[in-house]
């Protein structure tokens, strides 16, 4: 009770926007997400920029993803990708740890990802919304997982709006072992590198036969997580697999 009056008594301070630096009532204004969130055509389940009316990408057609849609909010790109890290590294600092880092940033993020008319839809029509699990010791060292911050943000009470029925659980989906880190690898060694890295709470197990799962993540790049993860989910008898991340690192930096 005592933390969340101080929270609501925070939120109604001014503060200044992470982007601009200009002063609001939010850590990004209304401006920038205007400026740096506009919406793009993307690929149905990798996400990446498409042009024309094509709904999949080429590498999509040619290797059907095991996901059923991958939707993102913006490419990993300025501003976002220096306000991902300051909600994964510098976080732990300002909040203490396990208590889960700045909530302006996630709910911010999650607020952009819920201008998306699927994303909305999607998180409508599932049953549990499951964060991507970090590695045990990646967690213990951050003290905090910056996917489970931005699904609680996502289904966050919405003034007007009615809640969505997905319950947003942490006990289902597993990380089986830590993975080298997926930076500077490319698509075919990032998949390698995540096999069998996720696996379903053996007793939990029946809770996902035929439901609608929603998988969580700060950031993709080729999917390789989230297909590892949807691939673990599938193989316990879920009926469908949506996963959202708030960005997506472009194909040239991927």
Known sequence: MFTRLIAQAASALPSQCAVC???GRERLCA????RFAAPVARCLTCASP?????????ACLQHPSVLDA???????????DSLLAQLKFD??????????GDPSLARCMAAIMRQRSAIVQALAQADWVLPVPLAAPRLAQRGFNQAHQIARQLLAPQSGASSPRAQ??????????DTAPQVGLGRAERQRNMLHAFALEPARRAEV?????????????????LCAAAAALRSAG????????FARTPAAAA
């Open 91 to 100: 976080s732990a600092a300002h909040a203490g740890g396990v208590s889960g």
């Open 50 to 58: 498409l042009t024309g009316a094509a709904e999949r990408c080429g």
């Open 238 to 245: 879920a009926r469908q697999v949506v996963a959202l991340a």
């Open 70 to 80: 991958c939707y993102v909010a913006v490419d990993y790109d300025y501003p976002w």
């Open 21 to 23: 630096r200009g002063w």
């Open 209 to 225: 036969k035929d439901s609608h799962v929603v998988l969580v993540d700060d950031v993709t790049t080729t999917t390789s997580t």
């Open 168 to 177: 947003l659980r942490t006990d289902l989906l597993l990380r089986t072992r």
């Open 31 to 34: 401006q920038c997400v205007e």
